[in-house]
């Protein structure tokens, strides 16, 4: 057994081993497709072991393309470490998180993951850090306070073309990175994605997020949205779950810049270790001396503004 690094002909023995590691019926190959090689920000990095013709192990960094200061960085986020129940306990996840950390260190400065805390354990011992535990935020679908909804717009059709309508107040090289990310996570054959769009000043303000079974997940927001327009859209979101009776979630850090406005909008959260809604994830990251200085931002602003629903 050896590692060996995959690509886009691996994509049926990546598909069949995530069946069998997690006895999923919800996806399919080409979840695989559009995940791993339909990424906008680049194809992700794919390493395996196999067992003769068998897969019995992998893990995925994913590129995401961030701006600092108006500075383009790559960040790459390590997802999918699976390995075979058959073979499990033989140390197979431990090689391959320290190839994928080099691997990732050679490509970027900054790798994070959003993991189980079982699989925290191997991340520390390849020299990671835990930076936060994830929470689930979550709101009842209860009838927001009766306000005014301004001229809110909710869509669940043509949102390409909704997206490339948005006017946003960024470079013209950050809008269009922007907006193909946004593009690329509509498109995910796992959901059906809506987004509810304002206009204000000229600028467009809006919460994408997904929908399945009875929840809407809340995917990205406008960041530079102040704090009076955010409660006019979520105000919105709250009012269309309502009487759709779905859940309003939200997956972030517990240390996010949104804690505090969660908690004034009715949402909820677990913190105990059993129950609905517990906290069963972590956020880890492994980054270059070199970008020490700027990590507390990728990680409170970069980072957790992208809700992983589907990744």
């Not at 080409?30 to 791993?36: A, D, G, P, R, V």
């Not at 189980?116 to 709101?139: E, P």
């Not at 102040?226 to 979520?234: E, Q, R, V, Y």
Request: with cysteine; glycine share 2%.
């Amino acid at each position: 057994m050896e590692l060996v690094w995959l690509n886009k002909s691996h994509l049926p023995e990546i598909f069949r081993l995530f069946q069998t590691c997690f006895n999923a019926n919800t996806i399919s190959e080409q979840f695989f497709l559009w995940k791993y090689f339909e990424n906008p920000d680049g194809d992700a990095f794919l390493c395996g072991v196999f067992d003769n013709q068998r897969l019995i192990a992998s893990a995925a960094l994913l590129p995401e393309i961030i701006f600092l200061s108006n500075e383009k960085k790559k960040l790459l986020k390590f997802t999918d470490l699976m390995t075979d129940p058959a073979y499990r306990g033989k140390g197979l996840a431990k090689k391959i998180v320290q190839q994928m950390t080099e691997k990732g260190l050679e490509e970027t400065k900054v790798v994070y993951t959003i993991c189980s805390k079982i699989a925290t354990k191997s991340f520390l011992h390849a020299g990671w850090k835990k930076q936060d535990a994830m929470i689930y935020f979550f709101r009842i679908p209860i009838f927001p306070l009766i306000r005014r909804l301004y001229n809110t717009e909710f869509y669940t059709y043509n949102l390409k073309e909704v997206i490339d309508q948005l006017i946003l107040p960024y470079s013209e090289e950050e809008s269009v990175s922007l907006k193909h990310r946004l593009h690329w996570r509509t498109q995910n054959p796992k959901f059906i994605y809506a987004i509810i769009t304002m206009q204000l000043n000229g600028i467009s303000h809006f919460i994408l997020f997904s929908t399945h079974l009875k929840i809407y997940q809340i995917v990205c927001y406008s960041e530079y949205s102040d704090s009076k327009t955010l409660a006019i859209l979520f105000r919105k979101l709250h009012s269309t779950s309502f009487k759709s009776r779905k859940y309003v979630v939200s997956l972030y850090p517990k240390k996010n810049q949104l804690y505090f406005f969660f908690l004034t909008k009715g949402y909820l959260f677990n913190l105990l270790s059993f129950g609905k809604m517990k906290s069963i994830l972590d956020v880890n990251f492994i980054v270059s001396e070199k970008e020490n200085l700027h990590l507390n931002h990728y990680l409170t602003n970069k980072i957790s503004s992208f809700n992983y629903d589907d990744l």
